[in-house]
């Protein structure tokens, strides 16, 4: 895909009622691009709609070929440049047919999608690199339930947003679940208690130029998106984001999260390969992820890291009359 000439390209937003969606939608426009954006609720519902250029109500992802026609004629109609994807579904659906949209999708290469989009193959592929920050991992299928270490995590391998996700305490309980669930979808884990921590990862693929901002969720909707954070800097936890992700090859901005351990320790639990919902917090701390994220897809290497302030940051809602 050629790079546009003009000087304010259109970047299509999806998903616009989602977490990150504002803090995409004021960046995008802060850079003088025009945003076009869609979501699968009406107008009326999605108060963002009041911050996009032009909006389209989307068919819902699991209608590919409703989809795929929508997006190809938005692309097309309104002369997009630029996809962002901003939820798992959408970057999975969009992946399989990046080569035909007509426009750049901004994510990864489909060989990084495929491996962050599995969380046992993510394991597998990463224990070779950093086998004290992986939790050991196996197929539910495959593993002997009377040698688990309880209790443990089970969540499905190509899950989201902690859905499907259940702990079992002890054997009993674990084979309680298994008439409910698909057991070939699922991987298990032992349970490691500790302090959820998100981390906001730019990197270039084409330079290898890396840049990561931490937080601590302190506090967490049901599906994982943090209201109130604490944004550190951790060397230690840096150089292993560095690390992850330069084997993995992003490109562009995605989110890891990790589990900091009661001893302190930190195990990396999975990467996200788009923005995170609390991207906004990242923004708030000084850097910029979204102006580069398209700075990657743009031929350009990204900013470095100066003057991130650490601190507690905190996330209040605003009602919209629409």
Known sequence: MSIPTTNKPTILVTAIGSFSAQAVIDSVHGMGCRVIGCDIYPREWVANTQLVDVFYQAPLVRDRDQYYEMIRQVVQGEHVDFIFPLTDLEVDALNIV?????????????????????KYRTYGFLREFVP?????????????MHALQYPVVCKPVDGRSSCGLFTASCESELRQHLDHIDTNRYCVQPMI???????????????????????????????????????????????????IADKLRIHGCVNFEFIQSNDG????????????GGLSFTL???YDCVANHLRCFTGKDIDELTNVRVGYIARKYTDYLM
């Open 132 to 144: 004290d920050s992986v939790i050991p991992t196996e197929r539910l299928v495959d593993c002997d």
């Open 284 to 286: 708030d701390s000084g």
């Open 98 to 118: 990046r080569d035909s949209l007509g426009a750049t999708l901004c994510l990864s290469s489909s060989e990084t999608l495929s491996i962050c989009r599995d």
């Open 193 to 243: 208690n500790g302090t959820v921590i998100t981390v906001d990862v730019v990197r270039n693929d084409a330079t290898g130029a890396t840049v990561c901002v931490p937080r601590k969720e302190l506090l967490r909707t049901l599906n994982g998106a943090g209201t109130s954070v604490y944004v550190f800097r951790d060397e230690d936890l840096e150089r292993t984001v560095r690390l």
């Open 265 to 276: 320790r930190f195990y990396f639990l999975e990467c996200n390969p788009r923005f995170s």
